[in-house]
């Protein structure tokens, strides 16, 4: 029986002395047809190993809904990396943050306000237990103890970064054996007092996460556990963005530096990440550290790592695999063929449909008394419209929206009136009321559920009320818009550039050769992007990120249809698609 186990510092497979050097990469993010590609230059690199995450919201999107197919296939993902020879280690705790939406937890265990997240809750547990049924027997077969390649899973993420419950930590690896999961269990967490006191488990091997600062961090790992292997779990080479920050970068050579360090200590590593790869949809995660400074991360996922978010390697790549080669024999790298991209140009937008008018279309209305959030209507990601109507004449005063999550257009009589943004305070609407009253309509952008940190409970829309001045405004109409299906949507053919409305343009790009590709919003303002149906993510003129990737099996030879859902209106009823991504608009690269 295939094992990994360990004596005194050493881990062994097999009974031969092992030293794991791992790459995450996670197959979530990345298109199934480009998997195998990715998982080709991780071991051209000089890696023995893939890690990878399993976000719970991606497999359960509804209650008892489970998906298992497409980019969600984490089975075919982990069989290709055995194909390949990779060992796997997987981390499928129900929390994972990795920069994603809720940090992997499904949006809907908010519909309930007493259930309790990540701790020894009944009610959390239960539904643990009913995805770890359908997800763990699939895992299992890939057991290296079944002859598979996984050889080591996690039990829970960085859980000393967010409490101390040992009972929930021990029922869920208790649920872990119970179900069959024989091989190495583990806990990451970083290298801090703290957190190692909170998140290990005792008897499994504790793990580390950090970027630099080897020696002290191993030096902390070995106060809280003897003659055991050393390993970092997450060595972070490179880091994450948000909205209207600059593009995080890390020097190649400072990287290669930290990483050796690490094997002169002969420990074994995962680097976070190998390839980073796209928050397609609306799966992009926040953070949130201080209750009024909401941070929302960007669609790209490139991290700055050894491959770029479309897979080419960097030179971060060629330093980490020269480390390599001065400690084990490697052999030339041999690469798949480089995957082409082209630029198809300018895209001509030539139609458009107005949400206001149509968000019946789109989706029915609920009525509710007060403006209910996202959760509490069966919805997950996407926007949400509120309408009412108030009676006039009224004075100016300002609206208030207790609370907004994350970011709102106003609009009386269908004339946008401003934009409130969760935690900007400088950010105000007011508006007089005419003598035959108004209507008031409130799109809220759910722009990403906090993934880390103390204020993970993060319900969408608006989770309180809405004031005119003092009085609190109730009969509501609500549509739920996820925009999944945008089928149902009448276009009408024209240009419509300036206007202060959110709305849909549609064109048609024509394709011969199907190649990778960016598309760039030059005189957009902000909204979401869709190729073929498929949401390739959020933009935003704020940056950093200036295009959006557009992997070539999302497009076919002949017709594409493109859809913009623009909230503020264009300058340029087009679209450009480039031949290179840029990922800081302030320096055009």
């Known amino acids: 029986m295939a094992v990994l186990t360990y004596e005194e510092s050493q881990f062994f497979y097999e009974g031969k002395p092992v030293q794991l050097l791992s790459g995450a990469i996670h197959y979530f993010r990345v298109v199934p047809?480009?998997?195998?590609?990715?998982?080709?230059?991780?071991?051209?690199?000089?890696?023995?190993?893939v890690e990878t995450y399993v976000p719970w919201n991606f497999h359960e999107p509804k209650p008892g809904q489970f998906r298992f197919e497409g980019m969600a296939d984490v089975e075919r993902f982990i069989q290709l990396a055995g194909e390949l020879g990779l060992y796997v280690i997987v981390r499928p705790s129900p929390y994972i943050c990795a920069e994603w939406e809720f940090g992997g937890l499904p949006s809907w265990l908010l519909a309930d306000d007493e259930i309790g997240l990540r701790c020894y809750d009944e009610k959390f547990l239960d539904r643990v237990d009913r995805y770890y049924d359908i997800l763990l027997p699939k895992l299992q077969p890939l057991l290296s103890t079944n002859g598979g390649p996984i050889i080591a899973m996690q039990i829970e993420n960085e859980y000393g970064s967010f409490g101390n419950d040992a009972r929930y930590l021990e029922y869920l690896r208790e649920g872990m054996v119970r179900r069959g999961i024989d091989v190495l269990l583990f806990t990451s967490d970083g290298p801090t007092d703290p957190m190692l006191q909170a998140g290990s488990v005792p008897g499994q091997l504790a793990t580390v996460n950090f970027g630099s600062g080897t020696r002290e961090a191993f030096s902390k790992l070995r106060q809280y556990q003897q003659n055991r292997p050393l390993m970092c779990m997450e060595y972070w080479n490179g880091w994450f963005d948000h909205w209207g920050e600059s593009h995080h970068t890390r020097d190649a050579a400072d990287v290669a530096q930290v990483f050796e360090e690490m094997l002169e200590e002969q420990a074994s590593l995962n680097f976070y990440m190998f390839h980073g790869g796209t928050n397609f949809g609306f799966?992009?995660?926040?953070?949130?550290?201080?209750?009024?400074?909401?941070?929302?991360?960007?669609?790209s996922y490139d991290y700055d790592s050894l491959l770029s978010e479309s897979g080419e390697p960097t030179a971060k790549f060629h330093m980490v695999r020269d480390v390599i080669a001065r400690y084990r024999d490697i052999g030339e790298p041999v690469l798949p063929e480089p995957i082409s991209r082209f630029a198809y140009g300018r895209v001509e937008l030539t139609e458009h449909a107005a949400l206001l008018p149509q968000a019946g279309r789109l989706s029915g209305p609920v009525q509710r008394t007060e403006p209910?959030?996202?959760?509490?209507?069966?919805?997950d990601y996407g926007f949400i419209l509120y309408r009412t109507h108030i009676t006039g004449p009224r004075e100016?005063?300002?609206?208030?929206?207790?609370d907004v999550r994350d970011r709102a257009l106003v609009y009386v009589d269908g004339e946008c009136q401003g934009v409130l943004e969760r935690g900007n305070t400088a950010l105000s609407v007011s508006f007089e009321v005419p003598a035959g009253g108004a209507e008031i309509c409130i799109l809220v952008e759910n722009m990403g559920r906090i993934n880390y940190g103390p204020y993970l409970r993060d319900p969408k829309g608006i989770t309180e009320g809405v004031r005119h001045g003092f009085q609190f405004l109730f009969d509501w109409t609500i549509h739920c818009l996820p925009l999944e299906d945008l089928s149902s949507l009448q276009f009408e053919t024209?240009?419509?550039?300036?206007?202060?409305?959110?709305?849909?343009?549609?064109?048609?790009l024509h394709v011969k050769e199907v190649k990778d590709t960016f598309l760039q919003f030059d005189g957009w303002t902000k909204g979401v992007a869709f190729v073929n149906g498929f949401n390739i993510g959020r933009y935003w003129s704020k940056g950093p990120q200036g295009t959006l990737y557009v992997p070539a099996p999302l497009l076919r030879q002949g017709e594409n249809e493109i859809v913009v859902f623009e909230l503020h209106g264009t300058t340029d009823q087009a679209v450009t698609f480039v031949d290179k991504p840029i990922l800081d608009i302030s320096h055009g690269k």
Do not use: S
């Not at 953070?287 to 960007?298: A, G, H, M, R, V």
């Open 372 to 379: 209910e959030p996202m959760e509490k209507l069966g919805q």
């Open 283 to 299: 799966y992009n995660g926040a953070n949130c550290q201080q209750k009024d400074q909401y941070e929302p991360t960007i669609t």
């Open 33 to 49: 047809e480009y998997w195998t590609d990715r998982l080709l230059k991780l071991k051209a690199c000089g890696f023995n190993t």
């Open 494 to 508: 024209g240009i419509q550039t300036g206007r202060e409305v959110p709305a849909f343009y549609r064109g048609t």
């Open 396 to 402: 100016m005063q300002e609206l208030v929206v207790q």
